[in-house]
């Protein structure tokens, strides 16, 4: 029984089956955190910018502890 997650994936990632999926979930996460702090930034909300550098740094930190 497969990973459903990464069945998941699957469907959207190229034929190419040597993709890292960690990389590409965890990359993903830090991308949206990006964003977030971006977003905050221009409407200037602080706790939208310190939610999204948590949520950064835990991603950094589960990505350390997983890899």
Request: glycine share 8%; charged share 15%.
């Amino acid at each position: 029984m497969s990973w459903k997650l990464q069945t998941l994936l699957w469907k959207f990632l190229p034929e190419d089956r040597a993709i890292n999926l960690s990389l590409v979930l965890f990359g993903s996460l830090l991308a949206l955190s990006a964003l977030i702090i971006v977003a905050g930034w221009f409407l200037r909300r602080r706790g939208m910018c310190r939610l999204a550098v948590g949520l950064a740094a835990a991603v950094c930190i589960a990505w350390g502890v997983t890899a």
